[in-house]
T-cell receptor, first 113, second 114 residues
Framework: SAVISQKPSRDICQRGTSLTIQCQVD?????MFWYRQQPGQSLTLIAT?????????ESGFVIDKFPISRPNLTFSTLTVSNMSPEDSSIYLC??????????FGQGTRLTVV | QQQVKQSPQSLIVQKGGISIINCAYE??????FPWYQQFPGKGPALLIA?????SEKKEGRFTISFNKSAKQFSLHIMDSQPGDSATYFC?????????????FGKGTTLSVSS
């Protein structure tokens, strides 16, 4: 399977600020996704990153809070906007081809203070 | 609404023992049931997966048992080793294809004592 790299791997941010997380895949993939893993909780899908069009968001997640870009088949970004301590989580990028299983990056550990 | 319930939350097993993690699901439309293994600081990695047309799948020391009528599935780790110490997540989706959202359980932290 392809390798996904996320940047940054971790960050500590002030409340009210925004952080952009980058996801780079070492080969072209059809599908890319963003998940959130809150402390002690399961992984929750935030949105599907669509190339060349607006991301598809899951219930409870909105574009104003989590804007996503996907300019090509190997790269995507997730921005966590106007952060509060409740946004402290691990954010994971996932990808795969249409007819294959999805794989994950190593995650970005975000702490909001 | 939690669609996939996982237990136990944590598990301690002696080296060489059997680790058993259980999951239950609610949505009968689910058609794919993977298990992911996650080490600290790493993303989840697919460990083993099963479709509901079989009741058991074995890969090395890892076995999935699936009970469609009870809507339950479990992961058995035989001859558990310290290197197996990690967090394990069960998941479910309507398809194995990457375009289908995965619904995850809350995870089980496994510690294998040497």
């Amino acid at each position: 399977s392809a390798v996904i790299s996320q940047k940054p791997s971790r960050d500590i941010c002030q409340r009210g600020t925004s952080l952009t997380i980058q996801c780079q895949v070492d080969s072209q993939v059809t599908m890319m996704f963003w998940y959130r893993q809150q402390p002690g909780q399961s992984l929750t899908l935030i949105a599907t990153a669509n190339q060349g069009s607006e991301a598809t968001y899951e219930s409870g997640f909105v574009i104003d809070k989590f804007p996503i870009s996907r300019p090509n088949l190997t790269f995507s970004t997730l921005t966590v906007s106007n952060m509060s301590p409740e946004d402290s989580s691990i954010y994971l990028c996932s990808g795969g081809q249409t007819n294959t299983e999805a794989f994950f990056g190593q995650g970005t550990r975000l702490t909001v203070v | 609404q939690q669609q996939v319930k996982q237990s136990p939350q944590s598990l301690i097993v002696q080296k060489g023992g059997i680790s058993i993690i259980n999951c239950a699901y609610e949505n009968t439309a689910f058609d794919y049931f993977p298990w992911y293994q996650q080490f600290p600081g790493k993303g989840p990695a697919l460990l083993i997966a099963i479709r509901p047309d079989v009741s058991e799948k074995k890969e090395g020391r890892f076995t999935i048992s699936f009970n469609k009528s009870a809507k339950q599935f479990s992961l058995h780790i035989m001859d558990s080793q310290p290197g197996d110490s990690a967090t394990y997540f069960c998941a479910a989706s309507k398809s194995f294809q990457a375009g289908t959202a995965l619904i995850f359980g809350k995870g089980t932290t496994l510690s294998v004592s040497s």
